[in-house]
């Protein structure tokens, strides 16, 4: 991390501040005392302030109990920002945000020193501890933000002042905190709203940008995917050679290769991407069979790209998915699940194991919880089968990949 002093840390972030023996500065911000390192600053974060003497054991320069501990984090974030000549990538959008950083992380970090956030690391504490990562010869910092409801993005934003803005697409995602399709679209907006004059915005081709004041480049209309026969993905900004193969995918590797040519970069030949954990995950599965793992998230159109993946992927071989409830849908969660439902029905997929009490609406086999799916995927699965994992985060479905890929003792 770029180097804060601890007058910095007193003057940014009030609150209890445990010094470590001649420490003068910190370069580093934890909220894990786990993850602490020589001269890093922890964070006590909810009861984190448990864990002060474990952090400064591990070599904390010093140990902060914040009076606020979101506003602190955002102070410190914004002072390494306000140091940084870095360029700094916003990303957000209702579906495949991850993915598309994992993507341009991969594209970009070749060619210059580059921080990506980790995981899903894309809210109040998530932003911060990325910003602070950033050192003082990072070139390029690409930030995942989130959209819980109206003003959310602002608040990083403010603090992390993005110069590209990216929205990946609008979905039905959130619609309980933002009513409808348009609110998604107007909070997703506030991310284009915060980019300086001159910056630019990657947004699908029908988003709205009122602003005449950034440079703004529309998926599917400025850029488009020709042709995508994997591992040959074609684009109008030219042809790379991919290691995924999932359709879906396509659309977030443009959004990733606009955004790195808006940086001035280079387009690779070949391109691999190591996808963050429980997203995209094709492993296999005894007697040829596979599974794609895709437990993070869920909404209707991501169930339905992925169904259709795992159809494509089996190429008639048996397919089983396993698919529990989607969350914060609103009004439309009832109708939403039917619609999965009827993707499920329509594509033949000769198993559906449903867990959870929405999840009925898909058909199949229901159960209650993720034991009795893992029970029953016990019986169920056989040699060759290829199964598709996946639901809203609070289900914990990782727990059925898990299960399913584990070594017998």
């Not at 900004?237 to 659309?251: K, N, W």
């Not at 869920?298 to 992925?306: D, G, H, I």
């Not at 992927?313 to 439902?341: F, K, P």
Request: glycine residues 10%; negative net charge.
């Amino acid at each position: 991390m770029i180097p804060l002093s601890l007058d910095d840390v007193r003057r940014l972030a009030p609150g209890r501040l445990e010094v470590a023996r001649d420490a003068a500065a910190v370069t580093g911000l934890e909220v894990d005392s786990r993850r602490v390192g020589p001269g890093a600053l922890f964070v006590a974060v909810a009861d984190g302030e448990a864990f002060v003497a474990d952090a400064l054991g591990r070599g904390a320069a010093a140990a902060l109990v914040p009076d606020d501990a979101f506003a602190a984090l955002a102070a410190l974030a914004g002072a390494v920002r306000d140091r940084s000549p870095a360029r700094f990538v916003g990303i957000t959008g209702s579906m495949g945000k991850t993915s598309t950083k994992d993507i341009l992380a991969a594209v970009c970090a070749p060619q210059c020193r580059t921080v990506a956030a980790e995981r899903s690391y894309n809210a109040e504490i998530g932003v911060p501890l990325t910003i602070g990562r950033v050192e003082p010869d990072t070139e390029l910092c690409i930030l995942e933000l989130a959209m819980r409801g109206f003003g959310q993005i602002a608040e990083l934003c403010a603090f992390a002042r993005p110069d590209v803005g990216v929205v990946t697409n609008v979905g039905p995602v959130h619609l309980e905190k933002v009513g409808d399709l348009e609110g998604v679209a107007r909070a997703k907006g506030e991310l284009v709203a915060a980019l300086p004059p001159g910056g630019t915005a990657i947004v699908p081709a029908d988003f709205p940008v009122e602003r005449g004041d950034v440079s703004v480049v529309r998926i599917g209309r400025d850029v488009a995917v020709e042709s995508f026969e994997p591992p040959l993905l074609r684009t109008s900004l030219g042809t790379v050679e991919v290691d995924f193969t999932a359709r879906h995918l396509a659309a977030n590797a443009l959004t990733a290769l606009a955004t790195a040519h808006a940086l001035g970069l280079d387009l690779p030949d070949r391109l691999s991407v190591p996808f963050t954990e429980w997203r995209n995950q094709e492993i296999p599965l005894p007697g040829g069979g596979v599974l794609l793992n895709d437990a993070w998230n869920a909404n209707p159109v991501s169930m339905r790209a992925a169904l259709e993946h795992l159809v494509r992927l089996a190429a008639g071989r048996r397919t089983i998915a396993v698919l529990g409830d989607m969350a914060e849908l609103g009004a439309y969660s009832e109708e939403g699940h039917r619609e999965v439902g009827r993707a499920a029905a329509e594509l033949a997929i000769d198993e559906v194991v449903a867990i959870g009490p929405q999840a009925a609406a898909y058909g199949g086999r229901h159960v209650d919880t993720v034991e009795e799916a893992v029970a029953l995927l016990a019986e169920l699965v056989r040699p060759g089968d290829c199964v598709l994992v996946k639901a809203a985060r609070a289900m914990g479905l990782e727990r059925v990949a898990e299960a399913l890929t584990a070594v017998p003792a």
